[in-house]
């Protein structure tokens, strides 16, 4: 009697629990868990991060009229810098942002000035 009883708590549970979850079948399709952070529609604005040494993502192609915003979340100051002196930002501290508006189609690559191996690329159609 006993172990019947558990064995009827444990099913019960179990069944609480896919219930809770949605463990019933889903006509619905599964959702993508990440999308891609590289294409931009245009007109808005996209985002690139600054961490671990590294432009996050290294490379974004956008439309013209878009924005780019990138943000430093490292603890040391980085610039972004373009190759063809069409953008530089300054010295960044952490926290802190720049924006530019991409205007026209082109290939813009750009590094951190104070950290030549951090490279990043801006790809406009």
């Known amino acids: ?3 019947t009883l558990i064995t009827s708590t444990i099913l019960l549970i ?3 629990l896919l219930t809770a979850c949605g ?3 889903s006509n619905q ?3 993508p ?4 952070a590289v294409q931009n529609a ?3 604005t996209q985002e690139v991060k600054i961490v671990n040494f590294s432009f996050t993502p290294a490379t974004i192609t956008v439309s013209a009229g878009t924005t780019v915003k990138w943000t430093n979340q490292d ?3 980085h610039t972004v810098t373009a190759d ?3 953008f530089d930002s300054g010295q960044l501290a952490q926290g802190a942002t720049f924006s530019f508006t991409f205007t026209k189609a082109g290939t813009f690559s750009y590094k951190c000035g104070n950290h030549p191996t951090m490279l990043g690329k801006v790809v406009v159609q």
């Open 1 to 3: 009697m006993k172990r």
């Open 14 to 16: 179990a069944t609480l």
């Open 23 to 25: 463990g019933g079948n």
């Open 29 to 31: 399709p599964a959702s």
């Open 33 to 36: 868990t990440t999308a891609p």
């Open 42 to 44: 245009g007109g808005g």
């Open 75 to 77: 603890s040391a100051a």
């Open 84 to 86: 063809d002196g069409s």
